[in-house]
């Protein structure tokens, strides 16, 4: 019996609590309201499917996320849409839509997903607007997790569609990001969340904003030794936040003497401090790099996660639930530790509970971390180091 269908069918048997306990949720933002993105309340999901396919590909899972989330016609062919939380759009969606298409291997749908983000969110300095809705730019502070995802995905569509356009956009879209959105501090150069975050110090930090494995590809595209102090920066900082505490938290600071501290919000005047919908990335971000050092981060995150189903989305640091709230996020980050950790049945088991949780209440969010966690993890989609490469056959 495979790997794969043992994890079929330990989902299949779990699939009945996924959806009688499924509970809607999306993504968060988490920016001050000053120029940037604020934090969004859990809305209501799209109604939930009537069927559950538990037995879906990492390809067919990308394909379903650009048919159900992506406009497919007309002036906004192209649009990642938030359907779940009133049909806006935000840079991140684009840049996930990017990466999921590039995945797939879906050169036509690429080419309009970035049409459309370069035509409607594109600044004259080159970044990004965070949102849009109701046919203009209502937010237009950039976020630095969507820029650099976007920088990669245009970095690797050249490469993949052998298209040059798209290198070129990718490295001056990366170029624009060390210039505006990085600081040096006493823990090495890091990635600042946006521009308001820039600074003498102490600096806001959000620990899953930082991809190593991305870091990594823009180093050798760009040949600029920015990309390397900031995977280096970013590994010591996570490395310290979790030395203090089991799970990291959405938000950091990094302080002048070097000292990391979680915050409850990037300014850290409001909410809950929180392993939640930023820092369930944190494992999926270095899960797939290439590097021991970050692999046995992601590693760490295995044993507070724990083994147990249902698995919710918002912990203490220590791993204690805050809520009820389910997302697929929650699965793949735990997919992501257990698969670097070593435990690849658990990995695999936690692929296929994402997946039938993301069919059962759909969100756009979920739909976008189902697919993005399973084209990382089982895949060499993105060129990167997947730990559960060749286990899903």
Do not use: H
Not at 124 to 153: F, N
Not at 263 to 290: H, K, M
């Amino acid at each position: 019996m495979t790997r794969r269908t043992t994890a079929l069918i330990a989902v299949a048997a779990a699939a009945a609590v996924v959806v009688a306990g499924g509970i809607a949720t999306v993504a968060v933002g988490g920016f001050p309201s000053a120029g940037g993105r604020s934090a969004s309340d859990p809305s209501t999901s799209l109604a939930p499917t009537a069927g559950v396919d538990a037995s879906r590909s990492a390809s067919e899972i990308g394909r379903a996320f650009l048919a159900d989330w992506v406009e497919g016609a007309g002036s906004e062919k192209g649009r990642v849409v938030r359907r779940d939380q009133g049909g806006d759009t935000v840079s991140e969606g684009q840049a996930y839509g990017m990466l999921v298409a590039l995945g797939v291997r879906d050169e036509k749908s690429f080419r309009s997903i970035w049409s459309w983000t370069r035509d409607n969110l594109q600044r004259s300095d080159g970044l990004l607007a965070w949102r849009w809705q109701d046919g203009k730019i209502v937010d237009d502070q950039p976020a630095s997790d969507a820029d650099l995802d976007t920088a990669r995905a245009l970095v690797l569509a050249g490469k993949t569609f052998d298209e040059p356009a798209y290198t070129k956009a990718g490295t001056a879209l990366g170029s624009r990001i060390l210039d505006e959105l990085t600081a040096s501090t006493p823990d090495g150069r890091i990635l600042l969340p946006g521009l308001w975050a820039q600074g003498t110090g102490p600096w806001s930090y959000n620990p899953s904003y930082a991809s190593p494995a991305t870091f990594d590809q823009l180093a050798t595209a760009t040949k600029d030794p920015r990309w390397r102090e900031l995977a280096s920066g970013s590994r010591a900082v996570t490395t310290k936040i979790l030395q203090s505490t089991a799970l990291p938290s959405d938000w950091a600071q990094v302080k002048a003497d070097g000292s990391v501290v979680p915050l409850p919000s990037p300014t850290g005047t409001a909410g809950t401090v929180q392993y939640g919908f930023d820092a369930g990335r944190v494992a999926l971000r270095y899960a797939e790099s290439c590097n021991a050092a970050d692999v046995a981060l992601a590693a760490k995150l295995a044993s507070p996660l724990g083994t147990a189903t249902p698995l919710t989305m918002q912990l203490d640091l220590g791993g204690t639930a805050l809520n009820k709230d389910q997302s697929p996020l929650a699965y793949v980050a735990r997919s992501a530790a257990r698969a670097s950790a070593g435990d690849k049945d658990g990995a695999l088991r936690d692929l296929r509970q994402a997946d039938v949780l993301a069919q059962a209440t759909p969100t756009y969010y979920g739909a976008a971390w189902d697919a993005l966690g399973a084209l990382q993890l089982e895949g060499d989609a993105f060129w990167t180091c997947s730990p559960l490469k060749g286990e899903n056959s």
